[in-house]
């Protein structure tokens, strides 16, 4: 009973005072218990705040999330730890095209399994065929980004789980409406007691099972892995192991710089924000300013995230913008040193690469190539 009068205390607090701020009232000590009694039984109690706070915290036994050969452990916030109803949910609503305004995209539609977890497009689509300003970047190994987006808004994948459905370019629905709209589902009535103790759906719900499904798409064991991590010396063509030698030489490729390499594993990104001259028009500015769009310093205008390389075979177009269609378009891209412009990356510049040093490039490329979880892909209908 006291869990349940808790809140409606507070929701008469809250009334007593919004009456004296507007009204100018001096309320006694006495008329003060006379106006409550009044507002138990008034909306004006309601709105002040009556009802119970919907709890946002797993319930469930963690899990243990394994990572493949070439990935270290995973991060995970205290707050949402996985469990097996959680990933669960959050795989159900990932496939749900309830989350959009016209029922007709779901988060799988720009991150399709089927290409590495994007859509394959220049630039995304959203509802009413809507074209978004950048190409949908994969959601393989994001669990491992301090930031996410191409301009790195969210700090968290809880935060970046809902923002594509409010999106008016994207999903285009409230989170409001989504709510309602997955509340008269049954099934997740069910999956929600098991996931959180209680029927109720909310955005923040939404958010943290979304969070933790994807934080099990990993890839990794490429053949690469295998090679570097495995200790097995076949696991690369001569033409792959060449490329290798390419990439991480700072007087050839100096890939590694930004698409990193590590003793124990190799998440090939940084998961900073670069400038590398792409996107920049013939008068020196760009269409689209990246990372400058939250950090408003100069220093950062046209910077995007340093995508990874993991499975980039199966992810293009390729760059924020989506306009490079092939690997070998990339590294000629780099080879020539970008594009020229005040805020270009210190480590971009001309390389000297012969034809066979690029065909063993993306060779190279192609090894990044992982295998992915077994249940990823959409779950059996209900």
């Known amino acids: 009973m006291n869990a349940f009068l808790e809140p409606r205390k507070a929701g008469l607090k809250n009334a007593v005072s919004i009456i004296r701020l507007f009204f100018g009232i001096r309320i006694t000590k006495q008329w003060g218990i006379v106006l409550k009694a009044i507002l138990m039984i008034s909306p004006l109690a309601l709105w002040g705040g009556c009802k119970a706070h919907v709890s946002e915290k797993p319930i469930g036994a963690p899990v243990e999330i394994k990572v493949p050969l070439g990935l270290p452990p995973i991060p995970i916030p205290a707050d949402n730890l996985p469990t097996a109803e959680t990933i669960s949910l959050g795989r159900r609503l990932f496939y749900d095209k309830k989350l959009s305004k016209d029922n007709s995209l779901a988060c799988a539609t720009c991150h399709n399994p089927k290409r590495g977890f994007t859509d394959?497009?220049?630039?995304?689509?959203?509802?009413?065929?809507?074209?978004?300003?950048?190409?949908?970047?994969?959601?393989?190994?994001?669990?491992?980004?301090?930031?996410?987006?191409?301009?790195?808004?969210?700090?968290?994948?809880?935060?970046?789980?809902?923002?594509?459905?409010?999106?008016?370019?994207?999903?285009?629905?409230?989170?409001?409406?989504?709510?309602?709209?997955?509340?008269?589902?049954?099934?997740?009535?069910?999956?929600?007691?098991?996931?959180?103790?209680?029927e109720e759906m909310t955005i923040g719900r939404v958010e943290k099972a979304l969070a933790c499904f994807e934080r099990t798409i990993l890839s990794g064991n490429s053949a690469f892995d295998r090679y570097q991590f495995g200790g097995d010396k076949k696991a690369l063509t001569p033409s792959q192991i060449r490329g290798l030698a390419i990439f991480s030489?700072?007087?050839?490729?100096?890939?590694?710089?930004?698409?990193?390499?590590?003793?124990?594993?190799?998440?090939?990104?940084?998961?900073?924000?670069?400038?590398?001259?792409?996107?920049?028009?013939?008068?020196?500015?760009?269409?689209?300013?990246?990372?400058?769009?939250?950090?408003?310093?100069?220093?950062?205008?046209?910077?995007?995230?340093?995508?990874?390389?993991?499975?980039?075979?199966?992810?293009?177009?390729?760059?924020?913008?989506?306009?490079?269609?092939?690997?070998?378009?990339?590294?000629?891209?780099?080879?020539?040193?970008?594009?020229?412009?005040?805020?270009?990356?210190?480590?971009?510049?001309?390389?000297?690469l012969s034809g066979q040093d690029r065909t063993d490039l993306v060779q190279f490329l192609m090894s990044l190539t992982g295998e992915m979880p077994p249940n990823v892909g959409p779950p059996k209908q209900e």
Not at 156 to 167: F, R, Y
């Open 120 to 198: 394959g497009l220049e630039l995304s689509r959203g509802v009413g065929g809507m074209i978004g300003i950048r190409n949908a970047p994969t959601v393989v190994n994001a669990a491992y980004l301090p930031l996410q987006f191409w301009d790195g808004r969210a700090i968290s994948l809880e935060e970046q789980a809902a923002s594509p459905i409010a999106d008016p370019v994207e999903m285009n629905q409230t989170h409001e409406v989504s709510v309602t709209k997955l509340s008269a589902d049954p099934v997740y009535k069910t999956m929600l007691l098991k996931a959180f103790g209680s």
């Open 249 to 352: 030489d700072p007087q050839k490729g100096n890939c590694t710089t930004c698409h990193t390499i590590d003793a124990k594993y190799a998440l090939f990104t940084d998961g900073k924000f670069h400038n590398i001259g792409e996107g920049v028009g013939d008068d020196g500015d760009f269409n689209d300013v990246g990372r400058y769009h939250e950090t408003k310093m100069n220093a950062d205008k046209g910077a995007f995230k340093t995508p990874t390389l993991r499975n980039i075979a199966n992810t293009g177009p390729y760059m924020h913008d989506g306009s490079l269609k092939t690997l070998k378009e990339v590294v000629d891209f780099y080879a020539g040193g970008g594009n020229s412009n005040p805020y270009l990356d210190k480590n971009i510049r001309a390389i000297k």
